[in-house]
């Protein structure tokens, strides 16, 4: 079955700090990971897409990685803002005809002043 | 502005009650995708459209249904309402299914 879990369920830091946010997946065949972020009660925004021949990719602040081998990914985020509270979503899709992607439940991320 | 646009942003209606939320996908993309986000829970993928046919199901219900139009625009369709179905409803749309998927800013549905 395909899954995606991610670590950890909720996270609080000072503004200013660094994160690291987690994303474990067992999709097969592998195409592709993004990451989103979800500010409360609005759509997912994209930050990163990834596909098997990419390590990492940057976003601003935000640096994604990818170990297609161990099937992990991380999120970092760098010298982090308020405005970074929101929940992080891992999403992983599945070469195929549809590429029906399996989302992560997502890292909820609190950044206080 | 995403450039996805879903109307209504927010709905009531009653248990029992059928409803219809429309999306509007980007200039230029061809696939709609649905997804239900209860609270507290993941986006659960419900439907995707390539170009007016069905491309994928997901985990969704015999009472729901959804169309996507020659002009692109997708409807997705809720009968038979049950408090369950209280949930955050999201449209994204992408060019390519390989392609990140652009999401709407969703309709909040709440079934007393």
């Known amino acids: 079955k395909n899954q995606v879990e991610q670590s950890p369920q909720s996270l609080i830091i000072l503004e200013g700090k660094n994160c690291t946010l987690q994303?474990?997946?067992?999709?097969?065949?592998?195409?592709?990971l993004r990451w989103y972020k979800q500010d409360t009660g609005r759509g997912p925004v994209s930050l990163t897409i990834m596909t098997f021949s990419e390590n990492t990719k940057s976003n601003g602040r935000y640096t994604a990685t990818l170990d297609a081998d161990t099937k992990q990914s991380s999120l970092h985020i760098t010298a982090s803002q308020l405005s970074d509270s929101a929940s992080y979503i891992c999403?992983?899709?599945?070469?195929?005809?549809?590429?029906?992607?399996?989302f992560g439940r997502g890292t909820s991320l609190i950044v206080h002043p | 502005d995403s450039g996805v646009t879903q109307t209504p942003k927010h709905l009531i209606t009653a248990t029992g009650q059928r409803v219809t939320l429309r999306c509007s996908p980007r200039s230029g993309d061809l696939s709609v995708y649905w997804y239900q986000q209860s609270l507290d829970q993941g986006l659960q993928f419900l439907i995707q459209?390539?170009?007016?046919?069905?491309?994928a199901k997901g985990n969704i219900l015999e009472r729901f249904s959804a169309q996507q139009f020659p002009d692109l625009h997708s409807e997705l369709n809720l009968s038979s309402l049950e408090l369950g179905d209280s949930a955050l409803y999201f449209c994204a749309s992408s060019v390519s299914t390989s392609y990140g998927y652009t999401f709407g800013s969703g309709t909040r549905l709440t079934v007393v």
């Open positions: 999403v992983v899709s599945v070469k195929g005809g549809s590429y029906i992607p399996t």
């Open positions: 459209y390539y170009n007016g046919e069905e491309r």
């Open positions: 994303c474990n997946y067992t999709v097969s065949p592998f195409s592709n």
